[in-house]
């Protein structure tokens, strides 16, 4: 890859929260570099630390109970981890665009949606009023938001649900940001919806060419859109590389057993399989177990795995920049037949 | 109006749900149909699985073969029974028969409640006659049939995953060997690596149980595994109703299509390629449905109402 450096670099990242039941680590370690211009989809379900670990980068984890243990996030040159709030807020909205999953709730009801685009582009570009208007409806028109200029005085209950995925979007890229993180913007929205948001993305990034955080938990979302997919569970990366790779040739057990959960929808009723569930349940995070974290969970685990937690790394045989936490060899044990 | 084989267990027959809307300053009262025209039959031990998009009316219709949320027009007939028509008393009694399982599984439980009182409740309510000693040998049974810990019935709803609390909801509603069960979304709140577990739990338990299940959801890759025939539902009226095979190999209302079309795949190669399909495709315009046709045997698609 490219040697200049890249857009956003996470290194060692570690968040805690401080609860009555003890010390939750949802954030263990996470490391990973963003090219500028690149689509990453990170995997994982809650409590993976998939959303925290964003939040924690963004200053947005409150504090108490929240507490960011370790690690640096380099972006622009900056460690954002080490500014002040006023600094960060400056980041936050100008430089790095942020879709959360429910519109309804991240938008203010009682402020026109015009006023709501316009409000970072008055903060932190110093925009007039007349000129953040006419900026606002240019992003309306960008969403594809028919009637763009009557619908800026209109309020967010005037919208559908995915209409109103739309305007987050055009707050979240108002700033022309180099970095849009989207967290599950899709989830809430029924699959024709979802279909249209996922679609209009990729439009505007062949547009405006900022790169993507994407995070979600639907497989089918990250395969179509990312460059790069990165699995969590447990507070760590445990596989991460380009879409292609990881999803015809996983290493890590976790992300194989999701894979193989979904049925397929090509397949009809005659001749299918049982769904191959992965068992139990994810790990309480006050006690995660010793060792890998999915160990428990997982039918090739070694005796090693259970004392000792893998590190991140090059898979042998596969593309550069496939990188996976195990200690097994996933393909010689499914080439045996082991474990179902 | 649909000739079936075996004696159906539920015959939901022009099933309307209406609420009257009436402007607050007193202008002319009108009607919002949330369901409309809904008629389908579910046989002893199927599926039938009710996919749409939110406020397609999923969920009322759900609502309304229960009687938790009456319809307001058509019939309910349940082995034999017009629901409908049932008196308050009678209703109680067949609650035994009908089960519900809800998607989010902590807003159905009692926090207060322990999860082995929680599954006793429908024995104490339905089957007094029970020894305290019987019921907590039936409750056991039922912990283990569902693939929880009967040590477990001493914990609260809070010491439970999601995927566990969804279990304990299972038990509950398979305690009085009901023959129906309606899952609204039971497993839209339920982490992707859960979600597979309680399908297959589902399934044995109709295996087993002959369960008929309604099965909501709008997850379309679960309803094409789980379900035997599926309904698609849009501005509550069924457009398209068939076996799942041939709705999903042979979908013939445009609903239906952009629907299934909408559907991410898990394959990079081929999601990228659907993505650029649906890109060069032109935008289909779908009409109000009308009355279904039945177009092959088991094959009904909605006729398009032309204002």
Known sequence: MSASPPLLDVRDLAVAFDTDGGTVRAVNGVSYALREGETLGIVGESGSGKSVHVLAMLGLVPRPPGRITGGQVVFGGRDLLALPERSLRRVRGAEIGMVFQDPMSSLNPAMTVGAQIAEPLRLHRGLGAREAKARARDLLDLVRIPEAGRRLDLYPHEFSGGQRQRVMIAIGLACRPKLLIADEATTALDVTVQAEIVALVQELKREIGMAIIWITHDLGVVAGIADTVQVMYAGRIVERGPVDAVFSDPRNAYTLGLLRSLPDLSRGRAGRQRLRQIEGSPPDMRFPPPGDPFAPRNPYATPRCRTEAPPLAQVAGSVPGHLAAAWYDLPALLAEGAGR | ?307
């Not at chain 2, 409740?121 to 020894?131: D, I, K, N, Q, T």
């Open chain 2, 1 to 307: 109006m649909r000739p079936v084989k075996p004696e159906p267990l539920l015959s939901v027959r022009n099933l309307g749900k209406h609420y009257p809307l009436r402007h607050w300053w007193g202008g002319k009262a009108s009607v919002f149909r949330a369901v409309e025209g809904v008629s389908f039959d579910i046989a002893p031990g199927e599926t039938l699985g009710l996919v749409g998009e939110s406020g397609s009316g999923k969920s009322t219709i759900g609502r309304a073969v229960t009687m938790l949320n009456p319809p307001t027009a058509g019939t309910v007939t349940f082995e034999g029974t017009d629901l409908s028509r049932l008196p308050a008393r009678d209703m109680r009694r067949m609650r035994r028969r009908i089960q519900v399982i809800f998607q989010d599984p902590y807003a159905a439980l009692n926090p207060r409640m322990s999860a082995g009182a929680y599954v006793a409740e429908p024995f104490r309510l339905h089957r007094p006659e029970m020894g305290n000693a019987e019921r907590r040998d039936a409750v056991a049974a039922l912990f283990q049939r569902v693939g929880l810990d009967p040590l477990f019935a001493g914990r609260y709803p809070h010491q439970f995953s999601g995927g566990q609390r969804q279990r304990l909801c299972i038990a509950r509603a398979i305690a009085l060997k009901p023959s129906f069960i309606v899952a609204d979304e039971p497993i839209a709140a339920l982490d992707v690596s859960i979600q597979a577990q309680v399908v297959n739990l589902l399934q044995d338990l109709q295996e087993e149980l002959g369960l008929s299940y309604l099965f909501i959801s709008h997850d379309l890759r679960m309803v094409r595994y789980l379900c035997h025939r599926v309904a698609v539902l849009r501005r509550g009226r069924i457009v398209e109703l068939a076996d799942s095979d041939t709705l999903y190999e042979d979908p013939r209302h445009p609903y239906t299509r952009e629907l299934l079309g909408a559907v991410p795949v898990p394959d990079p190669a081929a999601e990228r390629a659907r993505l650029r399909a649906t890109r060069e495709a032109p935008a289909v315009a779908i009409p109000e449905a009308g009355a279904l046709e039945e177009i092959a045997p088991g094959h009904w698609v909605a006729q398009p109402v032309h204002a």
